[in-house]
């Protein structure tokens, strides 16, 4: 299985700021990495899929880049509600996995 | 608009099989596939496995022997049987609608917890 290594564990940052979030793949996925982000009550929301394509509807201060076994989601200038957990997934093979999750928080 | 909720009971006990059903609408079963993904307490997301829009299925090898994916397309439901249950299955699930395996739309979730 391709296991996916997200640092850093917990991000404090305050609204205005840009903030990175990397994603290692223990191989080679090409481009195939999605970017999602998790908030208590709500429905997962994808951000990204194929490491830098924006899903429809997400705000252009979401960004990704990357390819092969290297990640970065970036968003720049934070809004209030862009605080809570991140996860990244590869999706070039199966089993699908998950990255371990990123925790934004307020400073 | 797409929408997908999950729905099933939240307490089973040690040894029991989970029935759980994921209602679709605003796509339809026969153009779409429907995965499934699990999230222990506290832990992060797990794939677990995915029925396509042809109704082929592919699962997670970690639960591949105790898992059955399988769908009813005229009522727009998929349903996910995993037996063997043990207390390590407890969390939340989810299921979401794929695009070529990452997730565009999810449900919010059901929780099970499984105690004797």
């Known amino acids: 299985d391709v296991q996916m290594t997200q640092s850093p564990y917990n991000l404090a940052a305050s609204p205005g700021e840009s903030v990175s979030i990397n994603c290692k793949a223990s191989?080679?996925?090409?481009?195939?990495l999605a970017w999602y982000q998790q908030k208590p009550g709500k429905a997962n929301k994808l951000l990204i899929y194929?490491?830098?394509t924006l899903q429809s509807g997400i705000p252009s201060r979401f960004s990704g880049s990357g390819s092969g076994t290297d990640f970065t989601l970036t968003i720049r200038s934070l809004e209030p509600e862009d605080f809570g957990l991140y996860y990244c997934?590869?999706?070039?093979?199966?089993?699908?996995?998950f990255g371990s999750g990123t925790k934004l928080e307020i400073k | 608009q797409v929408q997908l909720e999950e729905s099933g009971p939240g307490l089973m006990q040690p040894s029991e099989t989970l029935s759980l059903t994921c209602t679709v609408s605003?796509?339809?079963?026969?153009?779409?596939?429907v995965g499934w993904v699990r999230q222990p307490l506290g832990k992060g997301l797990v794939w677990m496995g995915t029925?396509?829009?042809?109704?082929?299925?592919n699962y997670n090898s970690a639960v591949q022997s105790r898992l059955s994916i399988s769908r009813d397309t005229s009522k727009s439901q998929v349903f996910l049987k995993m037996n063997s249950l043990q207390p390590e299955d407890t969390g939340t699930y989810y299921c979401?609608?794929?695009?070529?395996?990452?997730?565009?739309?999810w449900g919010q979730g059901v929780m099970v917890t499984v105690s004797s």
């Open positions: 979401a609608r794929p695009r070529r395996g990452y997730f565009d739309y």
């Open positions: 605003g796509f339809s079963l026969t153009s779409n596939g």
């Open positions: 029925i396509w829009a042809g109704g082929s299925t």
């Open positions: 191989k080679s996925i090409s481009k195939y």
């Open positions: 194929d490491g830098s």
């Open positions: 997934q590869q999706h070039n093979e199966y089993p699908f996995t």
